[in-house]
Each structure stands twice: as structure tokens, then as C-alpha cells.
């Protein structure tokens, strides 16, 4: 019971902690247990949870988890495990997959979606290591890991793992940002030599075409001479 409780304790000290709009004092409390769907969606799960993988209850989990779906705009599988302290700030149109991970204190903006690329069976779900940034209508799908301290930027799609202490961007994601160190001019630089090469590559195959074509029309004219002296 002890642990349940910190557990419950560290959700709600992650809002108090992460969402500035909340108020101290007794006003405080009562907006988060009240007014956060994020907090309720999570407190929630954990009942429907144990429901789910300790009692094994068949139905009545995904039924209960329709229900807080309804009520909070956040859908959990009930098979998915959650962390302490993980945040879902505002929450609208969050999803998260069945063999979904997410670690201690993660942050979830709404219409982020742990999703799976397939029909594919096993663990087919992202693992979102401790305090991961997951921005506003992040994708981030299949059975791949963010991993510890990352950032993933608003809208972003993600499809492969994203190392420790980065940040990425993009639809594909791709990195900007490693361990403080700033990767845009690094990753734009790269994107530039390589159309470069390619270019490169373009030009030979015209010039050994020309060569070829030059070829063809010297060995006609020394044809034509050899005709013309005969």
C-alpha cells in the first residue's frame, strides 16, 4: 500500500512540479485532483492496470478505459505500463499502445501517440525512458526507444531510436540536438554534400556518355575517309 501511495504522491507532485498554471495551497490541490485530466487519466490506469495484468479480468479493463477515454480525452491501454511521476499536460487525443513503456517522470503533450507501425505481435510499441520530452503531436511508432533525458519537438515523427540526451525534429525525425551540443549546421552541411555527391555522380554518368557518343562518331568518320580514299 506504502508504494501505491508514493506512486500516487509522485503523480501529483509531477503536475504541481510541471504545469505552471496550477496555484499553491489547498486551491492548487483541488485544480489538480479536479481539473487535470492527465492526473486522473493516469490514476486511473493504474487500478485498471492491476485490473488487466495482476486479476487477469477479462473486458471489464478495456471497458473502463473507454470510459476515462470519454472523460478525459486520454486513451491507455490497459496492458500499458506507466512510470511515476510521467505528466500528460492538457492531454487531448493522447494514445498510448498496448506494450507501450513509459518511465518515470516522462512529459506528454497532447495528441502525442505511442503507436505501432502494423499488425505485427510481440512488443510492437515505443519505450520512453526517465525524462523524456514528448512535444505537442509527436508520433513516435513501432517498437523503438527514446531514450533517457530526450526531446522529441512538436509534430515530429518517429520512427528509430533516438539516443540519451538529444533532441530531434522533423517529419521523419532527425537529430538537432546531442548532449548540448547543437547539430543543425552539422546536419545541413551533410544534407548539402550529399547532393553534392550526387551531382557528382550525375555528371560522370553524362560525361561517360558524351565519350561514348564522341566515340561513335570519330569511328564513323574514319569509316567515311577510308571510303572516300578507297
Known amino acids: 500500500m506504502g508504494k501505491i501511495w508514493q506512486t500516487v504522491k509522485s503523480d501529483f507532485q509531477a503536475v504541481k512540479d510541471r504545469d505552471p498554471a496550477i496555484p499553491d495551497g489547498l486551491r492548487g490541490f483541488f485544480e489538480v485532483i479536479l481539473c487535470t485530466p492527465g492526473f486522473q487519466a ?35 491501454h490497459p496492458g500499458a505500463q506507466i512510470g511515476k511521476g510521467v505528466f500528460i499536460d492538457h492531454g487531448m487525443g493522447v494514445v498510448i499502445g498496448e506494450t507501450a513503456i513509459v518511465k518515470d517522470n516522462v512529459t506528454l503533450f497532447h495528441g502525442v501517440t ?36 530526450s526531446k522529441i519537438g512538436a509534430g515530429s515523427v518517429v520512427v528509430k531510436d533516438v539516443p540519451p540526451d538529444s533532441t530531434v525534429v522533423g517529419i521523419p525525425a532527425f537529430m538537432v540536438k546531442h548532449k548540448g551540443f547543437k547539430l543543425r549546421e552539422a546536419t545541413a552541411n551533410a544534407q548539402l554534400t550529399n ?16 565519350k561514348e557518343e564522341l566515340r561513335n562518331v570519330q569511328d564513323q568518320l574514319s569509316i567515311q575517309n577510308k571510303q572516300e580514299v578507297a
Open 42 to 76: 493516469i490514476l486511473a490506469h493504474r487500478f485498471i492496470h492491476f485490473l488487466h495484468t495482476r486479476l487477469r479480468i477479462p473486458i471489464l479493463p478495456r471497458f473502463l478505459g473507454l470510459i476515462v477515454r470519454w472523460w478525459t480525452g486520454i486513451e491507455i
Open 114 to 149: 505511442l503507436g505501432g507501425t502494423g499488425k505485427e505481435k510481440g512488443k510492437r510499441h515505443p519505450t520512453v525512458e526517465e525524462g523524456a520530452f514528448i512535444g505537442a503531436g509527436a508520433k513516435i511508432l513501432g517498437n523503438i526507444t527514446i531514450g533517457k533525458n
Open 195 to 210: 547532393t553534392i555527391l550526387r551531382r557528382i555522380e550525375e555528371l560522370e554518368q553524362e560525361l561517360k556518355l558524351l
